[in-house]
Nanobody, 115 residues
Framework: VQLMESGGGLVQPGGSLRLSCAAS????????MNWYRQAPGKGRELVAF????????NYADSMKGRFTISRDNAKNTVYLQMNSLNPEDTAVYYC?????????WGQGTQVTVSS
C-alpha cells in the first residue's frame, strides 16, 4: 500500500496550491479519502473528506469556501485545491485512505505560506 502526496511548497499569502495523492496497492475506489494537516506544535486535524464515489464531501469550518477536495478513481488519485492561503495554513498535509478497519497514511507534503 502506498499513498504519495505531491504539490506542496512555498506560496505567498493569498496564493493557491493543488495537492495530489497517488494511491496504489489497494482498491482505491472503495475507500473514503481524507486530507489531514499538522502544523508545528499542534495536533493533526482533519481538513477535508470525500466519499469513495466522490458524491459526498465535507470540510473543516476554516477551510470551507477556500479548499476543494476531489478524486479521480480512474487515476487512483485524490486532490486538494487550496485557494486564499494564509500563514495559518502552514503545515504538513497528509493523505489518508480509510475503509472499516483499514487506515492508510501517506508521508506528507509540506505547505508553507509566507511572504
Amino acid at each position: 500500500v502506498q499513498l504519495m502526496e505531491s504539490g506542496g511548497g512555498l506560496v505567498q499569502p493569498g496564493g493557491s496550491l493543488r495537492l495530489s495523492c497517488a494511491a496504489s496497492g489497494f482498491t482505491f475506489s472503495r475507500f473514503a479519502m481524507n486530507w489531514y494537516r499538522q502544523a508545528p506544535g499542534k495536533g493533526r486535524e482533519l481538513v477535508a473528506f470525500i466519499s469513495s464515489d466522490g458524491g459526498s464531501t465535507n470540510y473543516a469550518d476554516s477551510m470551507k469556501g477556500r479548499f476543494t477536495i476531489s478524486r479521480d478513481n480512474a487515476k487512483n488519485t485524490v486532490y486538494l485545491q487550496m485557494n486564499s492561503l494564509n500563514p495559518e495554513d502552514t503545515a504538513v498535509y497528509y493523505c489518508n485512505a480509510r475503509r472499516g478497519v483499514y487506515d492508510y497514511w501517506g508521508q506528507g507534503t509540506q505547505v508553507t505560506v509566507s511572504s
